[in-house]
């Protein structure tokens, strides 16, 4: 599997609109919605309100990766505005149990996010409740950051467990990712990209010729 989701937290949120459109057309597939409390992260992004903005210009599934305390609070809003897949992480305080729940009984797709330090095997006891698993290939909170050493040694041992575990869970990657990165970490077994800058930094449309070029896609 292949698909490339982009993170709207690098597009121009005076024309975020805009930037959406343009990221459609020239051949995004999923976009991604980086929820940021202050206090989870250091940073404060945005919060529902802003997929609600989004749901009303795209039908591309929406995708929302909560860097927040108590993820269990967003899921029952975000799930009345539409959005598609939720991920949590796994190093919140408490763990995601609650908010894995949450999404499941919301109907919705769930991802469980791993940082950097926190090894694959942390993941295991969730798999079956997993949709996705979302690999953090930077230090989350920010975007334009590189792509970690041993990151791609992460998805290939991601895929093993999966693997060895019978999960079809599919492996996301998440931060440092450009036609430069792209093709190490898709040939160490990561099916979904997710980029800021790579796509809404410079010209959207060739941008993305070039990641499709990079993916080795007509
Ligand atoms: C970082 C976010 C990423 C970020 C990626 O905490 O989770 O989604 O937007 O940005 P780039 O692609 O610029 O590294
Ligand atoms: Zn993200």
Redesign the pocket.
Known sequence: MLEFCA?I??ADFARLGQDVGAAEAAGVDVF?I?V?DGHF?PTISFGPLVARALRGVTAKPLDV?L?VEVPQQFVPELAAIGVDRISVHREVPGGPDAALAAIHAAGLKAGLVLNPETPVEAAEPYLPLCDQILL?T?H??????AYLPGSSEKIAAMRALLQKAGSPAIIQV?????AKTLPEARAAGADSF?????VFGGDIRRNLQQLRQAAGMP
């Open positions: 993170s937290l690098a991604h980086d940021m992260v990766h860097m953090m930077v989350p909170g920010r975007g334009g950051q998440d931060g440092g990712l450009n997710i980029m800021g800058s790579a």
